[in-house]
């Protein structure tokens, strides 16, 4: 019983993004892009990022950027029209989206691993900080 809830949340997940346009229109790519590069300016100075320690960031930086691209990539590839899709097709496409984002967060989780071990122990605490938040919007989820 279990399974077949979590599949039919999946698959309401899958069609209703579908339906109101969502992998293709909420996050045109201009836009994304330009949060991004915002993020990435905010992040450098609440960091405190030394000139010492920009080799590391730049290369950080260098992978939001580029998972930002991929991300593009990925919903121009396979968020387009939904309306000629069937159900197997839809599911489909948002599963290789679901599967570029997995790769972005493992290529940023390497990345920023790299650049917190060149981070000062106040420059560290900054850092955790700013990743426990959770994103506008996005409910927290509940501690087991």
Do not use: C
């Not at 909420?26 to 100075?45: L, T």
């Not at 950080?60 to 990925?74: E, I, K, S, T």
Request: hydrophobic letters at 50%; zero cysteines; glycine letters at 4%.
């Amino acid at each position: 019983m279990r399974i077949k809830s979590s599949l039919f949340m999946v698959a309401a997940l899958a069609l209703g993004m579908s339906a109101s346009g969502a992998w293709a229109a909420a996050d045109a790519p201009a836009g994304r892009q330009a949060r991004v590069e915002a993020r990435i300016s905010d992040m450098y100075a609440t960091l405190h990022i030394t000139k010492a320690q920009d080799a590391e960031w730049n290369a950080f930086a260098q992978v939001m950027l580029d998972n930002a691209q991929a991300m593009d990539a990925a919903v121009k590839q396979y968020g387009g029209d939904r309306d000629k899709l069937s159900a197997p097709e839809i599911i489909g496409d948002y599963a290789e989206i679901a599967a570029q984002h997995a790769q972005n967060v493992a290529r940023l989780a390497a990345a920023v691993s790299m650049l917190y071990a060149d981070l000062s122990p106040e420059q560290k605490k900054l850092a955790d900080e700013m990743f426990r938040q959770r994103p506008s919007g996005k409910a927290a989820s509940a501690k087991p």
